[in-house]
């Protein structure tokens, strides 16, 4: 599994947009970017994912630079609800048997 | 999104006894699950993967005989934490996926051994 950096945290004021960085330098052809989340004592949820181009959902947009070396999760308007620990993991898709490997992720803080 | 359930969502056992933890996946057949543990402020690391009918695949250091899996189902695991000890105190997630669908975690087990 390619490894992932991410910064150890970060703060973010609520109503203000929230940019986490991600560096996958070593990331193959056929993998994915996938980006969960977890909030105090409980399980991950999933955000979204990509492979090469750009992808937004409801929660959050994933920009993923042309060499793919890098990508960044933006939540477009933060809330205190989106404090929690932001995990950047790339992998092979359509394979569900295949195990996430966890980083230490990011930790945003966000404020009043 | 797929929902992954958990059973009990905290347990407190005495040091040498055995404890069960379930994990269902609601409305999809889960075909592999994952067990993860995490202690506190550290990151969730896999213990295992199990697939339906046939016996799990543990991570490197993980004592297969203390942490027994069975997934004798498309929707229900259980992991078996035999003769606990108070190390192995830690938060339990599972999570639940199909051949070709994400991985859908689970609320989390907070297990204390006193």
């Known amino acids: 599994d390619a490894k992932t950096t991410q910064p150890p945290s970060m703060d973010c004021a609520e109503g203000r947009a929230a940019n986490l960085p991600c560096n996958h330098s070593t990331i193959s052809g056929n993998e994915y970017v996938y980006w969960y989340r977890q909030i105090h004592s409980q399980g991950p949820q999933y955000i979204i994912h990509?492979?090469?181009n750009n992808e937004t959902n409801e929660m959050a947009s994933l920009i993923i630079t042309e060499d793919r070396k890098s990508s960044t999760l933006i939540l477009p308007h933060a809330t205190l609800r989106d404090t929690a620990v932001y995990y950047c993991i790339v992998r092979l898709m359509n394979t569900g048997f295949q195990k996430l490997v966890f980083g230490t992720g990011t930790r945003l803080l966000v404020s009043p | 999104g797929a929902v992954v359930s958990q059973h009990p969502s905290r347990v407190i056992c005495k040091s040498g006894t055995s404890v069960k933890i379930e994990c269902r996946s609601l409305d999809f057949q889960a075909t592999t699950m994952f067990w993860y543990r995490q202690f506190p402020k550290q990151s969730l690391m896999l213990m295992a993967t199990s697939n339906e009918g046939s016996k799990a695949t543990y991570e490197q250091g993980v004592e297969k005989d203390k942490f027994l899996i069975n997934h004798a189902s498309l929707t229900l695991s259980t992991l078996t934490v035999t003769s606990a000890h108070p190390e192995d105190s830690s938060f339990y997630i599972c999570?639940?996926?199909?051949?070709?669908?994400?991985?859908?975690f689970g609320p989390g087990t907070r297990l204390t051994v006193l």
């Open positions: 990509g492979l090469k």
């Open positions: 999570s639940a996926s199909s051949s070709y669908n994400e991985q859908f």
